[in-house]
Nanobody, 126 residues
């Protein structure tokens, strides 16, 4: 059973940067897609970025080159990161880490993912 725990959320000024981390316990290579989603106030949860186990990355259109997803494997332990730069008020929300084994459609669709973390809050005050 895979478990995901996010850390790194904070309040940061417009134009600032933040790096989120997600520790993935119980990971094996069947979990082919590790992703970040976010849910802003009164908004639906949307896909931010996906790291594929073949090395590919996919980003949401709104990222516009500002975010970088990466992962690190140390002694069999996987940590997924999201480096966020040039943050705006629109980036405010709860950021979730998610994992998926198979793909049957758009890789950033929420319904694809079967394992989720509890989320970490990112706030960019107006």
């Amino acid at each position: 059973q895979v478990q995901l725990v996010e850390t790194g959320g904070a309040s940061v000024q417009t134009g600032g940067s933040l790096k989120l981390a997600c520790v993935v316990s119980g990971y094996n290579h069947n979990w082919r897609y590790l992703a970040w989603f976010r849910q802003g106030p009164v908004k639906e949860r949307e896909g931010v970025a996906v790291s594929w186990n073949n090395g590919a990355k996919t980003y949401g259109v709104f990222v516009k080159g500002r975010f970088i997803i990466s992962q690190e494997i140390v002694s069999g332990k996987v940590t997924l990161y999201l480096q966020m730069n040039n943050l705006t008020t629109e980036d405010t929300g709860i950021y979730f880490c998610a994992a998926n084994q198979t793909l049957s459609g758009w890789v950033l669709a929420r319904r694809q993912y079967t394992a989720w973390g509890q989320g970490t809050q990112v706030t960019v005050p107006s």
